[in-house]
């Protein structure tokens, strides 16, 4: 560890408040790794709960460690990395737990791995080397394309699975069991372990995938998810406020998880069922603690505005002499009673999704969100002085056509229009931000079957919209490097074998085109690849409590009723 890295580490600790500090003792040591950097981890609300989960165990210590990328602005933690708070290395810990809410970070595990001097293989792992495991909504989709350098993986919510493992493993590590036995005896005990050296998979001779069998038959055929019943019974609020974090002038708090929209592309809305909201008592504490902190109030969930008593916690932050932030708004919900809510509150901008420019094109994607609902939000929204919007759409989904792309487009004029002559005589509208993204198919959704559109056809479509937008006043449009789709796609979607890539991206340094070049798999077979619906998917092990026949029922309807 560099003397400058030591003391960036201090600034950081030092501007930071609610950091725990253990002494180590006989405790069991979890090393909390975030494979980004620290201002993204910190503003996951998820990773800060797994971090207060475990140092709340009184028989538990939980630091923290991040990777960051070369150019992001942080030091680079790759090589040596030692953790946050008490500058020990990776290699010192019980457990390396990784929180991984999105794919294109895996290399960043692999390169944590190997600068901490950890055999990346988990095979190959000794019994002295700490305890691999990782979790969030990345690998809870589909943890496969990780799972040669993964021990443990944690499938669903950790409230209660997460201590239950944690006693159990340092239960364990006392009595000096074999890591395969431990790991052995944790799968077959604790329900939502997924450990993928007991897990042998088969495949057909045409590449696809025959099952998923335990090595076993103690062990359980299938993995259930965890999921918390009652989100009232605990917080899950922010535990460590840093204006180092990228939402440094919020404080966080979960509202809800899960969804019952039934949005077609959307993975959160399927796993996170069933919808479940915390209640106001439960969260009065958090919106105390955050308004003491000087704090905007972050009210964060799946489905933030199907809170049924959302207006009522707005109004309780804003009479308790705070403010706050929504991190959705669905436009069926935008009420005058809320867009007046937003103005008090001191919104600047708000950020609504049509996700697809015509009626036909959302009704494919079950949005459930009319021409109607976009343009009476708008109104609200203006009236109520919001000046600035930003616009979430994707291209390249589902039955798209040239005539769903001219839509966007006619779409996002009517936008500008209608807001420009709503804001007439009051403070001008400033500015529309359109967001484009690609469509990417994700697991346990009703398209976990449909391929990425070609990054070239998508490209052309971007061009399109820039290029009809480029001089329309106050529309400004952002879009991801399709490249990173494909890669985001291969991870989503992929098997084991595609750890074999992700290995030689490790070992090229990140040169992905190389990688891609030099191992003997077709990456286009997963990405670009309509795969069968009677196929046995590579996450099809895995029991999110979703029923694949009404996946595939709403595949159907998507792809066949709305011409
Ligand atoms: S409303 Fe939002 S959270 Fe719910 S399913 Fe649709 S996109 Fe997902």
Known sequence: ?????????????????????????DKLTVCLAYPNAYRIGMANLGYQAVYSLLNDLPFCLCERVFFSPPGEGDAPRGKSPVSLESQKPLKEFDIIAFSIPFENDYPHVLALLAGAGISLQASLRKDFEPLVMAGGIAVTLNPEPLSSFIDLFLIGEAEEALPELAALYREALIQGPDRRELLFDVQRRVPGVYVPQLYSVSYRPDGTLEDVQPVDSSLPRKIRRRWEKDLSAFRTDQVISTPGSEFGDL??????????????????????????????????????????????????????????????????????????????????????????????????????????????????????ISEDHIFSALEHLVQQGIRQIRLYFMVGLPTETEADIEGLIRLTRKIRHQALQLSKGKKPFRRITLSVNQFIPKPFTPFQWHPLEEVKDVKKKLRRIKKALHNEGPVQVFHDLPKWNYIQTLLSLGDRRVGQILAEVHQLEGNWSQALKKVPLNPDFYVYRPKGLSEFLPWDFIDHGIDKAVLIREYRKALSEYP
Request: hydrophobic letters at 40%; aromatic letters at 6%; a positive charge.
């Open 1 to 25: 560890m560099s003397w400058k890295q030591h003391k960036r580490d201090q600034q950081l600790l030092a501007q930071e408040k609610g950091y725990c500090r253990k002494a180590w003792g």
């Open 251 to 368: 404080f966080l708090a979960e509202v809800s998880r899960g969804c019952a929209r039934g949005c077609r592309f959307c993975a959160a809305g399927f796993v996170y069922r069933p919808v479940r909201f915390r209640r106001k008592e439960a969260l009065e504490p958090s919106f105390v603690r955050g308004i003491a902190e000087g704090k905007r109030i972050g009210l964060l969930g799946t489905a933030v505005s199907d809170h049924p008593q959302l207006a009522d916690l707005c109004r309780c932050v804003l009479e308790g002499g705070g403010t706050f932030a929504l991190s959705s708004l669905r436009m069926d919900r935008v009420s005058a009673e809320m867009a007046g809510l937003l103005r008090e509150s001191g919104v600047e901008t708000v950020a609504l999704a049509p996700e697809a420019g015509t009626q036909r094109l959302r009704d494919v994607l079950n949005k459930g």
